[in-house]
């Protein structure tokens, strides 16, 4: 039996007896992928030619930044057509607009006239009205014929209809409904103008790609992580839809795969941490 200096001359260290894990490995075959979230493929929208390619392997990107960009003869041919729509449309709102103002000069006009026409019809009433309240008490006095004062009715009820056509006068109530059909007008241009590239604008959401000017279309990363391949060329054509451009990883998080042999799943179980050594 050694002493505890003799012990510890030889390296030798006692301790208590306690139970604790002891670690162990395993060899096994196996590989590190990236978890099927983590891993997408970048691919064509449309048919077209590949323009460029901003990116390469080993590249790191973010999500939503610009790795291509692709001419599409399909979205080009809708881009014209989009703009060639709203140029009409922005025409066709000049043009409303146009005749809404003249239509409104020429319904400030009408209600001047009306105005100066009620005016002078209602101090012709006020006349006509004076003149036959006097005739009347002249008649009453005996000093006016019973004629007189049936002329005097007559203008009096003349100028009653003069001022009820003035107020009503019909130039002033076509004068409005052209007014009102000008305003009608111009909205519906207005409209036609957001209709005009309505078909573009829900094509590109469709594929949820942005457009340039150019009639190209940029395509960007849909995740942020590491180019790991680039399977296309610059200037190469995409027959179809989906043709792979590039796959991008994050590896921030990966899944280790191994293949475990049959005399060693005895020595593991569900929940077991683990550390891996490649």
Not at 168 to 184: C, D, T
Not at 215 to 235: L, Y
Not at 241 to 251: A, E, Q, R, S, Y
């Amino acid at each position: 039996e050694l002493d505890a200096q003799a012990a510890a001359e030889v390296g030798i260290k006692v301790e208590p007896v306690t139970q604790r894990q002891l670690a162990f490995g395993i060899p096994t075959t196996g590989q590190i992928e990236a978890t099927p979230d983590r891993k997408v493929a970048v691919t064509t929208p449309v048919t077209g030619t590949i323009r460029q390619l901003m990116v390469k392997p080993g590249d790191n990107v973010t999500a939503g930044q610009a790795v291509a960009v692709l001419y599409s003869p399909e979205l080009a041919g809708l881009g014209v057509e989009a703009s060639t729509k709203r140029a009409e449309a922005e025409a066709d709102v000049r043009k409303a607009q146009a005749g809404l103002r003249r239509t409104q000069q020429n319904y400030e006009q009408q209600n001047k006239i009306a105005a100066a026409d009620i005016q002078q019809a209602r101090t012709s009433l006020s006349f006509a009205q004076e003149r036959y309240d006097k005739d009347k008490v002249l008649l009453e006095r005996g000093a006016i014929p019973r004629r007189q004062l049936l002329d005097s009715e007559t203008k009096l009820s003349e100028a009653k209809a003069s001022l009820a056509k003035a107020e009503g006068r019909l130039e002033v109530s076509n004068s409005l409904a052209e007014l009102k059909s000008a305003q009608s007008d111009v909205q519906v241009a207005q409209s036609r103008i957001g209709l005009s590239d309505a078909t573009y604008r829900t094509r590109l959401a469709q594929l949820g790609s942005s457009s340039n000017p150019d009639g190209t279309v940029t395509i960007r990363a849909p995740i942020s992580g590491t180019v790991a391949d680039r399977e296309a060329t610059q200037g190469e054509s995409a027959a179809d839809p989906g043709k792979p451009l590039m796959t991008i990883v994050n590896d921030s998080s990966v899944l280790a795969v191994a293949n475990v042999f049959e005399k060693d799943l005895d020595q593991i179980r569900v929940g077991q941490p683990v550390r891996v050594t490649v």
